[in-house]
């Protein structure tokens, strides 16, 4: 990939430095902006910025002996407000307002931007410090035709019908009628050093049904969109189990970019049929390639890039931007990426699970056995080294972690081992637990949460969970609802934001935490918690840097609120939060030892037990279609190692008082045995227990009256320049700032 001071045709001159003039003042940040491109500079294309001051900043926080340079002052401390070329707000969020659609303005240390259109863009960044000093710099990014570009040679059509009438420009052996022949033209146009494929507008395209599209050591970088009139077109995954698009380390260095396509999978969210479990990545990468995907529809998949360590690297940088990009009714990742050399941007996308969906089985135990046909996962889990996520509206199911049940919140940052990672997370609208980072090995990271909204799940009672590093916390609304006792858990209210400690790694506890003007809006009721309003962070021993200020922090439905923070204006945000309730497909029967040794053809009755919610199961439970049941059977005290047995190894039949299990292996099953029996409820889940969403109406900006102690009360420390919305704050050092008095929390009155 391009990165500063080598534009590689990229950019012009003026990009490389600042165009506005130095002005040698004492009060004034020396700041430049470090651009990393893709090496094919055509629209759309992907570009990150990342603002480097040249004046030091340093406020000698410490980083322990392993990690002398891990804490970023300037990452954390200084503001950063990006100007960009509007090209309209973001249109793929649904829940966002209005003010975090724009896409002329970015805040952050770093951001990225994808160019939908040709021309030279004008990329600005001022940097405040919070003494009051500023800085300025700007470049010029120059981004190419693809009509241009590509030309008639280098473009391949396709129509399902063999309708080539109003293509674009291309060769007679350009036009083919399905995926497979365009990938053999597009292997076959050597010398051609970019190519794109475009499918025909309407129509539906299959691509192999046993084997993906396959990127190795064609020296081509590809485009693949749409041409014609009409919807976008269809790419039909529901009958392949391989992934769409395999980039091989053959490939290194090139750029895929995916765009105006709907990727139509098999998976339904609401019944997780067996069947339709298996279907492959989207992209799945082994190499250091760059990818773009680009104002596509997805639905019904499973993982869409599946970005996975090359065995060599090839010392490029890789590079995945989402944007645009519409993901609904999913069962597993947007981004699966196990790896720390790839720099991703997720900007203006809704990723939203069905609201119907399942929440999947209560014991993540049946995944851990190889069995994996069921919602399972969320937005990202990613191990990425910079990551840049604005802008979007996520909405997982299976953040809600009710008890067992699959805990997957918004993010899954596994960054144990990673150097230096750097996340901004800003602007968005998040429903389920927001962040759980890594604790066990981990190194110090530089993480900015800033302007989003989050509604917390049920049961975890928090909205962050971090395990180290360094963190700040500002401008963000986080909201826990009123949610009842679950069975084997506590009511509780544990902290906005949890810190845990692995107990080794000491660095990673004393990085600095910054945690200031968030609102923090408790719903619970005396019934519901088992602990005061008072608890915005929940801190386990040894973290020594944890500084808050300024928070706002209402309990409205508990009797004794001591913060004064209210009265707040809770005016409805005009969308209710998607998360309707708990909804389960399967059922963990029990867990226990065999009482005697189970010879092939042997059976057993396993008597009926009580499901998630504490009522007692029933034959009438699992009259749906059947075939989806697990038994395990291992030796006591060992994991993974005896026996297990699918359907096919085992039968079941529902009868009055438990499910009927017989041995169909050639196996003997010892006595002594542990096992565990779980069973779908087929096309009868249970209802819906809606007593666990938040009620209509309950979603607002809780801004602070003037008459709200949050207002009265903001102390000029750690005090944010900015607010939710991005208005500058009266009273602050900010240059531009107006007089008057700030206020508590994240909105200004």
Excluded at 30 to 43: C, D, F
Excluded at 253 to 279: I, N
Aim: aromatic share 8%; net charge neutral; glycine share 10%.
């Amino acid at each position: 990939m391009t990165t500063r001071r080598t534009a590689l045709g990229l950019f012009s001159a003026a990009a490389l430095s600042p165009l506005m003039p130095r002005v040698a003042r004492a009060d004034t940040l020396g700041v430049s902006i470090r651009v990393t491109a893709p090496p094919l500079a055509v629209a759309p294309m992907g570009v990150f910025f990342e603002a480097e001051l040249e004046t030091p900043f340093d406020t000698t926080q410490p980083g322990g002996a392993e990690f002398p340079a891990a804490y970023r002052p300037a990452f954390h401390e200084i503001t950063y407000v990006w100007s960009l070329p509007d090209a309209g707000p973001a249109q793929a969020p649904e829940h966002l307002v209005e003010a975090h659609r724009r896409t002329d303005q970015a805040m952050g240390p770093f951001m990225a931007r994808v160019f939908a259109t040709p021309g030279r863009h004008r990329v600005a960044v001022d940097a405040f410090a919070p003494d009051g000093r500023r800085g300025r710099a700007e470049v010029i990014v120059d981004v190419a035709d693809p009509e241009r570009v590509f030309g008639s040679d280098g473009t391949i059509v396709v129509s399902s019908r063999g309708d080539f009438t109003g293509a674009p420009a291309h060769n007679r052996r350009n036009a083919v009628t399905d995926l497979a022949r365009a990938f053999k033209r597009y292997n076959a146009l050597t010398g051609n050093g970019h190519v794109r494929i475009l499918l025909r507008r309407g129509e539906v395209h299959v691509p192999p049904a046993k084997r993906g599209l396959s990127f190795r050591s064609q020296d081509a970088h590809c485009h693949i969109g749409a041409w014609g009139e009409g919807p976008r077109p269809v790419v039909d995954l529901s009958g392949t189990e391989a992934s769409l698009f395999l980039l091989h380390p053959e490939w290194d260095g090139h750029a895929l970019v995916l765009r105006d396509l709907h990727l139509r999978g098999g998976w339904d969210p609401t019944t997780e049929l067996w069947r339709d479990a298996y279907q492959g990545a989207v992209i799945a990468t082994r190499g250091d390639a760059a990818l773009l995907l680009h104002n596509c529809r997805e639905e019904g998949c499973a993982v869409t890039v599946n970005s996975r360590a090359p065995k060599r690297s090839s010392g490029i940088r890789a590079m995945t931007f989402f944007n645009e990009y519409v993901k609904t009714d999913f069962k597993d990742f947007l981004l699966l990426s196990p790896r720390d050399e790839v720099d991703v941007a997720i900007t203006g996308c809704r990723v939203v699970q069905h609201p119907e969906a399942l929440n999947g089985g209560e014991n993540r135990a049946v995944t851990s056995y190889g069995l994996y046909g069921r919602n399972a996962h969320s937005f990202i889990r990613c191990s990425a080294r910079r990551l840049y996520v604005a802008s979007n509206d996520i909405f997982t199911r299976h953040g809600w972690a009710l008890q067992k049940v699959f805990d997957n919140p918004a993010f899954r940052l596994n960054r144990n081992d990673i150097p230096d990672m750097q996340v901004v997370i800003a602007r968005n609208h998040i429903e389920g637990m927001m962040v759980r980072a890594s604790k066990r090995g981990a190194v110090p990271m530089n993480l900015l949460i800033e302007q989003n909204y989050m509604i917390s799940n049920p049961a975890t009672a928090r909205a962050i969970n971090l395990g180290g590093g360094a963190a700040t916390l500002r401008n963000n609304i986080m909201v826990e609802h009123d949610t009842p006792k679950l069975r084997g858990t506590g009511p509780g209210f544990q902290g906005f934001v949890k810190l845990s400690w692995d107990g080794k790694n000491t660095t990673t506890r004393d990085m600095p935490f910054f945690v200031y003007n968030n609102s923090f809006i408790l719903l619970r009721s005396d019934r519901n918690t088992n602990h005061g309003p008072g608890t915005v962070i929940n801190e386990e021993a040894g973290f020594s840097q944890v500084k808050q200020t300024n928070n706002l922090l209402w309990a409205p439905a508990l009797s004794k609120d001591p913060t004064g923070d209210g009265p707040l204006n809770t005016t409805s945000l005009g969308w209710d939060s998607r998360y309707l309730g708990a909804r389960l497909g399967w059922a963990r029967l029990t867990d226990q030892t065999l009482p005697r040794q189970m010879f092939p053809g042997d059976e057993m009755l396993v008597p009926y037990w009580k499901d998630f919610f504490g009522t007692p199961l029933q034959q009438s439970d699992f009259a749906g279609e059947a075939g989806r049941h697990v038994i395990l059977v291992r030796l006591k005290g060992k994991k993974r190692t005896a026996f297990e047995a699918l359907t096919g190894d085992a039968g079941f039949r529902f009868e009055p008082e438990g499910v009927r299990v017989t041995n169909l292996s050639p196996t003997r099953w010892p006595e002594g045995a542990e096992f565990t029996l779980h069973c779908d409820r087929g096309t009868t889940p249970t209802a819906m227990q809606t007593e666990y969403g938040h009620p209509p109406g309950t979603l607002s900006l809780y801004r602070p009256k003037p008459e709200a102690g949050a207002w009265q009360s903001a102390e000029p420390q750690l005090l944010a320049f900015h607010d939710f919305l991005g208005e500058l704050r009266p009273g602050t050092p900010h240059p531009d700032a107006p007089t008057g008095r700030a206020s508590r929390g994240a909105v200004e009155p």
